[in-house]
């Protein structure tokens, strides 16, 4: 079974540019994470899906940051404009959600390795 | 919201020793408490977890226990290996993923 797949593995982007990146949680994944982890930190929750609808956005910085669930399947974080502290690591992780046992445990991708210059 | 604090924030220890590293949270609602171990420039991976129902949970050397009325948890490494080195982060959240958050994390260093 394929783990939880996130592209690119590496972005290099000058600040005030645009950049996206992309997950596809495990198959029959219900809930979808993006997390922002900070060099020598834990990961921080940016966003959560539960299918399409985004259930806790509330440490998403809206003004420059928007992710979509379109088909609750995929996800597509963007940043636009890109800032100089946005550099970080950022992870996508997935779980199988709803009342069954070990729902709740997520599997991480291997993170996009965001630097802005 | 929730709050988690993870102490110590580095530990070394020999080989074959044990290790402890402990984790405070602060919302009593919280129920589910998983351990991850990231690999320098890896993913996080799920090592053990422990749900509020049960106070101990063990797999061959990793152990984890749970002090609900404290709120804290622990996990415990025995017969520490070289490839135990790495960076171990706690986590706390509610029922289905809600409130999910991570402790600052912990480096272990296994010296052989």
């Known amino acids: 079974e394929a783990g939880v797949v996130q592209s690119p593995r590496y972005k290099i982007i000058e600040k005030k540019q645009p950049v996206a990146f992309w997950c596809n949680p495990i198959s029959g994944h219900n809930t979808l994470y993006w997390y922002l982890q900070n060099l020598g930190q834990g990961p921080e929750l940016l966003i959560r899906y539960e299918n399409e609808e985004a259930v806790d956005d509330s440490q998403l910085p809206k003004d420059r940051f928007s992710a979509e669930r379109l088909k609750g399947v995929d996800s597509t974080l963007k940043i636009q404009p890109a800032e100089l502290g946005d550099s970080a690591v950022y992870l996508c992780a997935s779980s199988l959600g709803g009342l069954a046992g070990e729902s709740e445990t997520q599997y991480f991708g291997p993170g996009t390795r965001l630097l802005v210059l | 919201g929730e709050n988690v604090e993870q102490h110590p924030s580095t530990l070394s220890v020999q080989e074959g020793d044990s290790a402890v590293i402990k984790c405070t949270y602060s919302?009593?609602?919280?129920?589910?408490f998983p351990w991850y171990k990231q690999e320098l420039g890896k993913r996080p991976q799920l090592i053990i977890d422990i749900r509020s129902n049960v106070g101990e949970k063990k797999d061959q050397r990793i152990a984890v226990t749970l002090n609900k009325t404290a709120k804290h948890f622990s996990l415990h490494i025995t017969e520490t290996q070289p490839e135990d080195s790495a960076v171990y982060f706690c986590?706390?959240?509610?029922?289905?993923?809600?409130?999910?958050?991570f402790g600052p994390g912990t480096r272990l260093s296994v010296l052989p």
């Open positions: 986590a706390a959240s509610r029922y289905y993923g809600q409130n999910f958050v």
């Open positions: 919302d009593s609602a919280s129920n589910y």
